[in-house]
């Protein structure tokens, strides 16, 4: 993938809204990639979380693109191993948070199959809902 | 001993069993569990974003009403606890924020009620070796795989309940009710959470990893204390070559054990209308 990097991507409104709405200090991170080690969805992410950080350390908006920050479940299996003290389920929310508040949606209402709907426990729909709809 | 509960909305819906059994093992410990008057859901996610305090609205009502009830509020869902307990720390440490919320609810949350398990009156107040006396019908050679999830345990530093990578809670409960704990590598990973509203192939993937290494482990039940992993853990199960020949491994709240080896009668259990019908095995050790 080419990237173009600058000084002022790198401190770009991007990145300051992803630590504000964080709290988290995305330099902090200094890429041992434990998180991506331990994540258990891992597997079914088109990119690691460590590269997520990454990209959102270097202000390329294009993470926004990226499955990952939809297939993290927020388990907080990172939170306890990370060196660094960085809460990455934070900062997967907060790249959530800036596609949800410019419109995005990541549950179809109308295609939610009926027989799925019917077994989900509450908390699941409540929580779900909550989490992937603005 | 009267305790404050908050039973939650999956506990008052599909999760009755757990609801049940907990009320009736509770009692016959010699606690009673008083349902808070007039709670509402907690609204089963804790946000994430420093700017959504919108999301700690309705759990900080869920608190307000404890706190009018008493020193502390017992949880049974894991998730409800989750939200609660880091709710709670989260308006204990900002009093800006609780401030903010109080205003907007017309109710002065004071901050001050504890949020507690039901796993931790048990470990904490009434101890494992007095729950191993009140034991009359001991689980004896049942092997049963303890299954933690994630958020029962984590973030350490809010929830504070156990180690969150190598937690022996319910290790020691089950080994307190005479049942063998079987260790497993996926004790403490995650089945998929929410993901099963949006990806459900992505948590059936996760969740059929667990069993099959708690089944790898020579696991004859799971043993959960959230309804999300329950489901998880059991709904998948059907469509694998083991629930095809009805060789699905239970997976029951920790309550329900509980039930068995307290002898209480079949109906305390709360086992019926699960997925994979845990009854045939606990019969066995009912009958003693």
Request: aromatic share 6%; proline share 6%.
């Amino acid at each position: 993938m080419r990237a173009v990097l600058s000084l002022s991507k790198l401190r770009s409104q991007f990145v300051r809204d992803v630590e504000e709405i964080s709290g988290e200090d995305l330099l902090a991170c200094n890429q041992c990639g434990k998180c991506s080690a331990g994540c258990p969805v891992a597997a079914a992410m088109d990119m690691l979380p460590s590269q997520v950080i990454r990209m959102a350390q270097l202000g390329m908006t294009e993470v926004l693109q990226s499955r990952t920050i939809w297939i993290c479940a927020s388990c907080l299996t990172c939170v306890a191993r990370c060196p660094k003290g960085v809460d990455l389920p934070r900062l997967m929310e907060a790249l959530r948070e800036i596609s949800l508040r410019a419109g995005a949606s990541e549950i179809d209402l109308d295609r939610l199959p009926p027989d799925l709907v019917r077994e989900l426990p509450q908390l699941a729909i409540v929580g779900g809902f909550r989490k992937y709809i603005k | 001993m009267k305790v404050s509960y908050y039973p939650g909305c999956t506990l008052s819906t599909k999760a009755k069993g757990y609801d049940r059994s907990g009320r009736a093992v509770a009692a016959a410990l010699g606690m009673e569990l008083m349902e808070l008057p007039d709670w509402q859901c907690c609204g089963a996610t804790f946000p994430l974003a420093t700017d959504n305090s919108m999301a700690l609205i309705a759990p900080t009502r869920v608190l307000y009403q404890a706190e009018q009830a008493g020193e502390q509020v017992a949880a049974l869902c894991a998730i409800c606890y989750h939200v609660l307990k880091r709710t709670q720390t989260a308006l204990e440490r900002d009093p800006v924020m609780r401030d903010r919320i109080n205003w907007f609810t017309e109710q002065e949350y004071g901050g001050r009620v504890r949020v507690v398990h039901l796993l931790e009156l048990l470990r904490d107040g009434l101890g494992w070796e007095e729950l191993s006396r009140r034991v009359v019908r001991p689980l004896t050679g049942l092997r049963a795989a303890p299954y933690y999830g994630c958020l029962l345990l984590r973030p350490y530093d809010e929830i504070g309940l156990d180690n969150p990578e190598a937690p022996t809670i319910l290790h020691d409960l089950i080994r307190a009710l005479g049942a063998e704990p079987v260790d497993f590598p996926y004790s403490t990973e995650c089945c998929g959470s929410y993901l099963t509203v949006k990806d459900p192939t992505v948590s059936e993937t996760l969740s059929r990893d667990i069993v099959a290494s708690a089944r790898a482990a020579g696991a004859q039940v799971l043993v959960t204390a959230c309804p999300l992993c329950q489901f998880n853990l059991d709904w998948p199960q059907r469509e694998t070559e083991f629930g095809r020949t009805g060789d699905e491994i239970p997976v029951v709240y920790f309550t329900q054990l509980m039930a068995v080896a307290l002898g209480l009668p079949e109906e305390d259990w709360g086992a019926e209308g699960m997925y994979t019908d845990p009854r045939p095995l606990m019969r066995k050790w009912a009958a003693g």
